[in-house]
């Protein structure tokens, strides 16, 4: 028969090594009980405490454990925890039960919650792929970009029909990038035919594409494009695409996001 502090070690390895006070208090364990279980660990959160060192994910726990009973990581945290949304750094945000939880403390953000449409992701409870993105108050570009991801993990969603939902199920293609999914909403906001998205033209993959006008956008990223032989590769791409009578507009991601009307303009004179 296993130790009290063997249990509380089980209970922590099946939460990415993480045990809440309040766990051990629901077990009517004693005061005396409870500090014995927990000698060793360290405190990540007041009342919640750790074995080693956390992942990712454990800082997650933590942030749920640390909202107590019925808590949930929610809003932008919880797209990153569904993977809907790129991980960022900051601070956690936790939903609890309205009257119940936690006051707010450092490195988390506490809302209160009349209901909560809670799941699990990986171990940690994380309220709905639908909650969530009603929650997190995305911009336009964002909210494309987590509606592509929704769609490729399979969830299921439930939301509003407004002009970026209805935009992003009508794309035939989908987006690698947020710059690409403003270049999306610009041709939109500055109707403009919707192109087609990341398909291959003359056997090379390309960001975007009109096929009657013949006409390819490439949305370039510094980051993705500062290498030599990047520069070389993207050149040897345009002479494939000029031999077979295509024409290449190349538009930087600055440019899609701070000066989408020039870069409509630019892209009408050639379409």
């Not at 019925?70 to 993977?83: E, P, T, V």
């Not at 792929?129 to 494309?144: G, N, V, W």
């Not at 690409?180 to 939109?188: D, G, N």
């Not at 087609?196 to 370039?220: K, M, S, Y």
Request: net charge positive.
């Amino acid at each position: 028969m296993k130790t009290l502090r063997g249990r509380v070690r089980d209970l922590a390895r099946r939460q990415h090594d993480l045990v809440a006070v309040w766990q051990l208090r629901q077990l009517n364990l004693a005061a005396g009980e409870i500090k014995a279980a927990l000698r060793g660990m360290w405190r990540v959160h007041r009342g919640v405490c750790a074995v080693g060192d956390l992942t990712e994910l454990g800082w997650f726990m933590a942030a749920a454990l640390a909202g107590g009973p019925g808590a949930a990581i929610s809003h932008i945290s919880a797209l990153m925890l569904l993977g809907i949304r790129p991980h960022q750094p900051g601070d956690i945000h936790v939903s609890v039960p309205r009257g119940g939880g936690r006051a707010a403390r450092g490195g988390l953000v506490i809302h209160r919650r009349q209901d909560l449409d809670v799941g699990i992701s990986q171990g940690i409870p994380v309220t709905s792929p639908t909650q969530s993105l009603l929650d997190a108050d995305l911009e336009p570009y964002e909210l494309y970009r987590a509606l592509e991801e929704a769609e490729a993990r399979h969830y299921h969603l439930s939301l509003p029909l407004d002009a970026v939902v209805r935009l992003q199920q009508t794309i035939d293609g989908r987006t690698r990038s947020d710059a690409e999914a403003r270049f999306i909403l610009l041709c939109h906001e500055h109707r403009i035919e919707p192109p087609l998205v990341n398909r291959r033209v003359n056997g090379i993959e390309a960001d975007f594409h009109w096929p009657r006008a013949q006409i390819i956008v490439e949305v370039d990223g510094w980051e993705f494009h500062k290498e030599r032989s990047q520069f070389e590769e993207d050149r040897r791409r345009e002479i494939v695409h000029a031999t077979a009578g295509w024409h290449v507009l190349r538009v930087s991601a600055a440019h899609v996001r701070d000066a989408p009307a020039k870069v409509a303009a630019a892209l009408r004179s050639v379409l």
